[in-house]
């Protein structure tokens, strides 16, 4: 009776196994079967936005179904993070990420989702480096001169960031510390007001996307002093890099990608993947992304959690030795 017993649970355990196995593949082999939400953590316009739509566009015909951008900013890119975060694991919710993904995990002490365990990472989409410029009023043409002058005038230079704890506020407080500098931060409400004020030499200095400080740059209006990745850009390639400039360890960019919820199928990601990649891989794509100041960087979804494992680490690291704290 026991092994009768055994029998039949073994029996219900695999046609339930079964049953499962059928609903996935179905599920995948169809997929996408309606539309699909991409959640952007920032308010609509600028670059974040700009990534999404043209990225969320090419989807939509790549699919034969709409991809929808779904502007939910707040509290610093959490609020639209923990909608997808919280959203069921089926491929119909993505999530755009982006630098501030891998610095919430090591600025907040506590956060409502866990960067690791609930999300699974698709691909990255591409990186910018930033931009330092400064004043024109402020005595400096180069990175070595503005060291000279804040070794010169300790605690007596400031520098303007997009918000305490986001990725210009920490790009400043890695290069004060491989300088060994002391600059004063100003955190603003965003590039905007934090460049008028370099502009009006209010403040002297500010992180910028190529984007949004290449007009200020053309007109006389604030001097570019280096970017901030490891090698040039090709967007201004007459540009020296802060690690070429003294400080060889220097690297940091902005950067973006797409995550789903944790428990995704893997097919579905694999789908997600491979069309995001060969749409981001095309040369229309990447002209139009190279004209914003991105560089397209696609990955596969095993490479891209390791990017954004590093990530947490690298600004976990900075985060720590400055005592940056959320706003």
Request: glycine residues 8%.
């Amino acid at each position: 009776m026991r092994n009768r017993s055994a029998s039949t649970t073994f029996v219900f355990l695999v046609l339930a196994l079964t049953a499962i196995s059928g609903a996935v593949n179905a599920q995948v082999n169809g997929y996408p079967v309606k539309p699909i939400r991409f959640v952007v953590p920032f308010t609509p316009g600028a670059i974040n936005d700009y990534l999404a739509r043209s990225l969320g566009q090419k989807l939509s015909e790549s699919f034969g179904q709409q991809v929808i951008v779904d502007n939910r900013p707040g509290a610093g890119t959490i609020v639209g993070t923990d909608i997808v975060a919280k959203s069921a694991p089926d491929g119909y919710t993505m999530l755009l990420t982006s630098t501030a993904f891998a610095i919430n995990a090591r600025l907040y002490s506590k956060l409502p989702f866990d960067v690791a365990r609930d999300f699974a990472p698709v691909t990255r989409i591409g990186f910018a480096p930033l931009l330092l410029v400064a004043s024109p009023q402020l005595q400096a043409n180069t990175v070595k001169d503005l060291v000279a002058l804040a070794k010169a005038k300790p605690g007596q230079i400031a520098y303007a960031s997009t918000g305490s704890g986001g990725s210009a506020h920490l790009m400043g407080e890695m290069f004060k510390s491989m300088a060994g500098i002391d600059l004063v931060h100003i955190p603003y409400k965003g590039l905007a007001p934090a460049l008028i004020d370099v502009v009006a030499g209010r403040v002297p200095l500010t992180f910028g996307t190529y984007l949004a400080v290449n007009a200020h740059i053309k007109a006389g209006r604030v001097r570019a002093l280096a970017v901030t990745s490891k090698v040039r850009s090709r967007a201004v390639p007459e540009l020296p890099t802060i690690a070429e400039s003294g400080y060889p360890a220097y690297d940091a960019s902005a950067w973006w990608g797409i995550a789903v919820p944790a428990r995704t199928p893997k097919p579905v990601i694999a789908r997600l993947n491979s069309e995001a990649v060969r749409i981001l891989e095309s040369r229309e794509v990447g002209a139009q992304m190279f004209a914003q100041g991105v560089e397209v960087a696609a990955t596969t979804p095993e490479a891209f959690t390791r990017y954004v494992a590093e990530e947490i680490e690298r600004w976990g690291t900075v985060i720590k030795q400055s005592g940056a704290k959320p706003e």
